[in-house]
């Protein structure tokens, strides 16, 4: 027999006697006072929402002559604010990386000297995720036979304030969605 079944024979019984702990139980849960709601906390999404694009000139066009035929034209690049200081070798910082995470690292078999064949191959990674809004890349174990390119999603353009220096890496760069194809 179903539990369900045996409750809706034995309940009414048990709530006609006339002092019964049963019915003291279920009085009790019956008529308890609904305790008030629990008050929401902050989240991401009440907070002001990251931007999802920004306008800006095709990467392709940033570098005239540099793109080997490898067009990035939905995207355009972004440098840290220090890049007048020579980075060569910088990431995205924890905090905002965290915060803005959608997926990767991809990893991709393609070393710095394939440049710009990476940034390229990762535009596609980010186009076929609806919710990346920017694309981070760059090559780890430089020099080496097992030398990669990590390709990192974000739902967020990138902000030049969010990049740190590094060592030990060559970073390829990060690129912003373009809202609208800029000429």
Known sequence: MKLTTLLALL???????????LKNILNEVMHRRIPSPIQASPTRAATAAPAACTNGLPASK?????????????????????AGEGWTSYAVAGGWYGDHFVSGPHVMGYTHKTEPYG????????????SCSAYFVWYENVGTEDEHLNCVLFDAVIPASAFVETNGT????????ICERSS
């Open 11 to 21: 309940l009414p019984a048990a709530l006609a006697a006339p002092s019964n702990p």
């Open 62 to 82: 940033q570098h005239p002559g540099g793109g080997g035929g490898y067009s990035i034209t939905n995207y355009t690049q972004v440098t840290p604010a220090a």
């Open 119 to 130: 940034p390229f191959k990762c535009q596609y990674t980010c186009n076929a995720d609806a």
């Open 170 to 177: 060559i970073t390829s760069g990060a690129y912003d969605k």
